[in-house]
């Protein structure tokens, strides 16, 4: 018995070092996962920014002048689908209806820029993000459809889920919706805030992923560590074998 628990000792030892290792490197791989990502979704609305930041240039001028640059505008940068100029929470212009007389809902805006709709009247079942800047009394929004946003975060090829939040409203690479219809991203969980735009990333593992990697390294060390036990257990009961002898010939 004593050889038998001599031999297990570093196959126990070494397994849960194993684990040790597989969640520390886990608890990396999505760190460094939720900078990237917002780096890579903070680029995708500076695009955004930039865009309403010429277009607002225009907002104080009528809008059969400004309408061939704002339509110049969108052709300009692929991720805008539309431009619209608001003065006072009315849109009078539009890159889809021309000169126009629209109220513009406040709605929820993150830090009064940033919101995600399921859908409008232009884009009925095709959800979008609005980026809206102000100049009182004027204003300037960009509309992008959802998927640039979806296809950044498809870029990532790793094991781990990744969700945006803007407000209540949650993005995520095959979805989106509210958070009762969040992906699984139960282990080892994460939260960081993009500094400039004020969103949120939520990054974490489906449930079961963590035994999985474990097993799958277990597999790996599993007939090293037997080897090394097997030796271990070997040279202890020799150790013992030999003690034995010297006391029995005393």
Excluded at 103 to 128: H, K, Y
Excluded at 190 to 198: Q, V
Aim: proline residues 4%; charged residues 20%; glycine residues 8%.
């Amino acid at each position: 018995m004593v050889t038998l628990l001599i031999g297990l000792a570093p196959v126990v030892c070494g397994l849960l070092v194993l684990s040790f290792q597989v969640d520390r490197k886990q608890q990396e791989t999505i760190e460094v996962t939720s900078r990237e990502a917002i780096y890579s979704i903070d680029r995708t609305i500076q695009s955004l920014h930039e865009t309403t930041s010429h277009a607002l240039w225009l907002a104080g001028r009528p809008c059969e002048e400004v309408l061939p640059e704002l339509r110049h505008e969108v052709v300009k940068q692929p991720n805008v689908r539309s431009l619209a100029l608001e003065q006072q929470g009315n849109i009078f212009c539009s890159t889809l209806y021309g000169a126009t007389d629209i109220t513009f809902g406040q709605g929820d805006f993150i830090n009064g820029r940033l919101r995600v709709d399921p859908g409008s009247p232009a884009t009925p079942g095709s959800a979008i993000l609005l980026y809206r800047l102000q100049s009182a009394p004027h204003g300037a929004i960009a509309v992008a459809n959802l998927k640039i946003l979806q296809d950044e975060l498809l870029g990532f090829q790793n094991a781990v889920v990744l969700t945006l939040q803007f407000g209540e409203r949650y993005v995520w690479a095959t979805g989106h919706g509210d958070w009762m219809q969040l992906p699984n991203q139960e282990e080892n969980t994460l939260k960081l805030d993009s500094e400039r735009f004020g969103y949120t990333v939520h990054a974490g593992y489906a449930a079961g992923e963590s035994w999985s990697v474990i097993r799958q390294a277990m597999h790996r060390t599993l007939p090293s560590l037997l080897l090394v036990g097997i030796m271990t257990s070997a040279a202890g009961y020799w150790g013992l074998f030999r003690r034995s002898r010297s006391r029995s010939t005393e």
